[in-house]
T-cell receptor, first 107, second 113 residues
Framework: GIQVEQSPPDLILQEGANSTLRCNFS?????LQWFHQNPWGQLINLFY???GTKQNGRLSATTVATERYSLLYISSSQTTDSGVYFC?????????FGAGTTVTVRA | KAGVTQTPRYLIKTRGQQVTLSCSPI?????VSWYQQTPGQGLQFLFE???????NKGNFPGRFSGRQFSNSRSEMNVSTLELGDSALYLC????????????FGSGTRLTVV
């Protein structure tokens, strides 16, 4: 199966700071999604981004499929951005997830 | 439109018992997948149902089973519960389960004591 690696594993930010999360994958993919897991456990869709760049408010994502990585940018972070961010790629018949990046935003 | 609904939200069971979890997908979505999330193993694929048929299965013992009904609602069953089955069980739905965007439910947190 496809290996998915996320970095860094943990990130502590001061409110208002910007950050970049990275996702590397071991093979070509035609589907990549970023999720935010809230404190209650729900995985919230952030982006469906097999290639290119997308933006949604303070969040944006870029996937460079030919180089097998994706980046998630958080700008002007807020305490509500805290949680675990997962990258997942389509692997034959299932989503393969990275281990996640735990983001803590301090007021 | 309504999202993916999972019930119950929390469950406490005793070793050896069995449990059934329910998932109602987004209207029009025909594929339902189940994932198990634990601190040690992360998010792992259990199985996927499409049009009432199990299409794919992950690497889990036969104690884990499921089914899908004609309205696309799915249930997952775990028999002879073990302590290691304690986890967050997440259900995801998609139109066709062919790699398009997935939407997840809030999950069922199962604790086995």
């Amino acid at each position: 199966g496809i290996q998915v690696e996320q970095s860094p594993p943990d990130l502590i930010l001061q409110e208002g700071a910007n950050s970049t999360l990275r996702c590397n994958f071991s093979d070509s993919v035609n589907n990549l999604q970023w999720f935010h897991q809230n404190p209650w456990g729900q995985l919230i869709n952030l982006f469906y981004i097999p290639s290119g760049t997308k933006q949604n408010g303070r969040l944006s994502a870029t996937t460079v499929a030919t180089e097998r990585y994706s980046l998630l940018y958080i700008s002007s972070s807020q305490t509500t951005d805290s949680g675990v961010y997962f990258c997942a790629v389509w692997d034959d018949y299932k989503l393969s997830f990275g281990a996640g990046t735990t983001v803590t935003v301090r007021a | 439109k309504a999202g993916v609904t999972q019930t119950p939200r929390y469950l406490i069971k005793t070793r050896g018992q069995q449990v059934t979890l329910s998932c109602s997908p987004i209207s029009g979505h025909r594929s339902v997948s189940w994932y198990q999330q634990t601190p040690g193993q992360g998010l792992q694929f259990l199985f996927e149902y499409f049009s009432e048929t199990q299409r794919n299965k992950g690497n889990f013992p036969g104690r884990f089973s499921g089914r899908q009904f004609s309205n696309s609602r799915s249930e997952m069953n775990v028999s002879t519960l073990e302590l290691g089955d304690s986890a967050l069980y997440l259900c995801a739905s998609s139109l066709d389960g062919q790699g398009g965007g997935y939407t997840f439910g809030s999950g069922t947190r199962l604790t086995v004591v």
